[in-house]
């Protein structure tokens, strides 16, 4: 006798989804209307179990390919972040080159003019601070600003009284980037509240 499903009708299944056993069907060991001797019967085996153990043969088999995909997806998403991550420095790099082409080109006339030289070398530097600027690194290295400690360090503290206080006197280390994104906060010397 069938035994009638209990509780709101579940969604269907998707597509191609081994079906779970439903309560309807005859449960192992229970005597079926149709009580003729099969092929299993010398055995003793009932074929429901058959079909439970294919059932449960086949999800396991489908468990065991998704975590496999599951795995090589993380293997090749690691892969990938490498090989991003070394284009990434490969420009960096690439940038810097004709600053360090620059300073060679410096180096190479030490024996001219020292005017020269000096005017060789603060082309150089604007040109690397051009190039942190151009990777989302700008140069903060401005005075009579209000202190802000997000984008200044500060290394010390003066009386002065033509600055307003909790202003940046001196700037002696500039600081690149944003607040959020930043290589370094400025070091600064900020004047005295009174």
Known sequence: MPIPPQGPEPHPPPEGAVQPPRGDLAQPGQPTEEAEPGPDAATGAAAPDDAYAAALAEVEDRWRRALADLDNLRKRH??????????????????????????????????????????????????????????????????????????????????????????????????????ERQLRPAAVIVAKRE
């Open 78 to 179: 690691v892969r990938e972040l490498e090989r991003e991550g070394a284009a990434e420095r490969a420009r960096t790099a690439a940038a810097f080159l004709p600053v360090i082409d620059n300073l060679e080109l410096a180096l190479s006339h030490a024996a001219a003019d020292p005017g020269a030289i000096v005017e060789g070398v603060r082309a150089v530097r604007d040109q690397a601070v051009n190039v942190l600027e151009r990777l989302g690194y700008p140069r903060h290295a401005e005075s009579g600003v209000p202190f802000d400690p997000a984008r200044h360090e500060v290394v010390g503290v003066v009386q002065d009284p033509d600055a307003d206080p909790n202003t940046v006197v001196k700037v002696l280390r500039p600081g690149y980037g944003e607040a």
